[in-house]
């Protein structure tokens, strides 16, 4: 039975209850800004405590275990110009985690959110979760928000995902065109380290057996024909051929023969192919007299490790 209190009488037309509209209301926890009620129409289960944070230098962990794994809307705030800027993620943790890393806003300073991070710093930035809700909503809940808040730093006013997208070959191509040269030597995120003997083990263990990403598979022709096709023409340095040579050949020192000494040692090579390059022999003569231990000529004698002088 109603009572006749003003609360009551509020929502009360003949005789039947107006519904509540739901809404999220974020507590005043400072006076200087401005939070206006923002009201939602998804359903109730979809949209669970959004949440406000203040001080994002004393916050970054807080922010980074609420939000692991939930997808949602989200808003930054500028709490000296009240400038806003609203995204969505399928993953809020990561999406947060890439914010509170310099570099990578220092990549990405054609985002206007990234430069205004970088130019007034975190303390001087609020952040919202305006709502949690599915993946399949994210883009009409962010398009939502984009038309109720209108957002400065956000310069598309359309919403849109790239959850799904591919880019195509071309795309792909300029990308990579654009990109070749600029990050390198002390502009690369791995200039001047080195992975210790560990890091390494631990590396190769996660890649090894089921774990690794081509275990078990087989190329078919068609891949084998492009990848021969890719190689045809291809050329080495020769710094790189002697590198190579030194890792897979076979080393060879000749010595020459002397009346006084014996033999003497006039050329070592990384490999049994460039020394019969350099004698103008074939790979397998010389072959044959490092197994038999003979003199080639009665001139050269060819070993696979240097003779001791007297």
Same mark, same amino acid.
């Given at each position: =039975?109603?009572?006749?209190?003003?609360?009551?009488?509020?929502?009360?037309?003949?005789?039947?209850?107006?519904?509540?509209?739901?809404?999220?209301?974020?507590?005043? =926890?400072?006076?200087? #800004?401005?939070?206006?009620?923002?009201?939602?129409?998804?359903?109730?289960? /979809?949209?669970?405590?959004?949440?406000?944070?203040?001080? #994002?230098?004393? =916050?970054?962990?807080?922010?980074?275990?609420?939000?692991?794994?939930?997808?949602?809307?989200?808003?930054?705030?500028?709490?000296?110009? @009240?400038?806003?800027?609203?995204?969505?993620?399928?993953?809020?943790?990561? +999406?947060?985690?890439?914010?509170?890393?310099?570099?990578?806003?220092? /990549? +990405?300073?054609?985002?206007?959110?990234?430069?205004?991070?970088?130019?007034?710093?975190?303390? /001087?930035?609020?952040?919202?979760?305006?709502?949690?809700?599915?993946?399949?909503? #994210?883009?009409?809940?962010?398009?939502?928000?984009?038309?109720?808040?209108?957002?400065?730093?956000?310069?598309?006013?359309?919403?849109?995902?790239?959850?799904?997208?591919?880019?195509?070959?071309?795309?792909?191509?300029?990308?990579?065109?654009?990109?070749?040269?600029?990050?390198?030597?002390? %502009?690369?995120?791995?200039?001047?380290?080195?992975?210790?003997?560990?890091?390494?083990?631990? =590396?190769?263990?996660?890649?090894?057996?089921?774990?690794?990403? #081509?275990?078990?598979?087989?190329?078919?022709?068609?891949?084998?024909?492009?990848?021969?096709?890719?190689? !045809?023409? %291809?050329?080495?340095?020769?710094?790189?051929?002697?590198?190579?040579?030194?890792? %897979?050949?076979?080393?060879?020192?000749?010595?020459?023969?002397?009346?006084?000494?014996?033999?003497?040692?006039?050329? @070592? &090579?990384?490999?049994?192919?460039?020394?019969?390059?350099? !004698?103008?022999?074939?790979?397998?003569?010389?072959?044959?007299?490092?197994?038999?231990?003979?003199?080639?000529?009665?001139?050269?004698? &060819?070993?696979?490790?240097?003779?001791?002088?007297?």
């Amino acid at each position: =039975m109603f009572t006749k209190s003003a609360i009551s009488n509020k929502y009360v037309s003949h005789g039947k209850y107006v519904p509540i509209q739901k809404c999220f209301k974020f507590n005043k =926890m400072n006076n200087n #800004l401005n939070y206006n009620r923002l009201y939602t129409t998804t359903c109730e289960q /979809n949209v669970y405590n959004p949440k406000f944070y203040l001080d #994002l230098s004393t =916050m970054k962990e807080l922010i980074i275990k609420n939000n692991k794994g939930k997808s949602g809307i989200y808003k930054w705030t500028n709490k000296l110009t @009240n400038d806003i800027y609203r995204g969505q993620s399928i993953d809020l943790a990561k +999406r947060f985690m890439k914010y509170f890393s310099f570099s990578y806003l220092k /990549n +990405r300073e054609t985002l206007v959110i990234s430069r205004a991070l970088i130019k007034y710093g975190y303390s /001087n930035f609020s952040l919202e979760i305006l709502e949690y809700c599915d993946r399949a909503d #994210l883009t009409k809940r962010e398009q939502y928000y984009l038309d109720k808040l209108t957002p400065r730093y956000n310069l598309l006013k359309t919403a849109s995902s790239c959850l799904g997208y591919k880019h195509n070959q071309e795309t792909k191509s300029q990308k990579s065109k654009s990109l070749k040269g600029i990050y390198i030597k002390q %502009r690369s995120a791995l200039y001047g380290r080195l992975h210790t003997e560990e890091t390494k083990a631990i =590396m190769s263990l996660k890649k090894t057996g089921v774990k690794n990403p #081509l275990f078990g598979k087989i190329h078919d022709e068609q891949s084998k024909s492009i990848m021969r096709q890719k190689a !045809l023409g %291809r050329k080495h340095s020769e710094e790189t051929l002697l590198n190579m040579s030194a890792v %897979r050949g076979y080393p060879v020192y000749i010595h020459e023969k002397c009346d006084s000494k014996g033999f003497n040692l006039i050329g @070592n &090579f990384v490999s049994i192919r460039r020394a019969a390059k350099f !004698l103008d022999i074939s790979s397998a003569l010389i072959t044959r007299y490092i197994n038999s231990g003979e003199i080639f000529k009665d001139k050269y004698k &060819f070993t696979a490790k240097p003779l001791k002088t007297k």
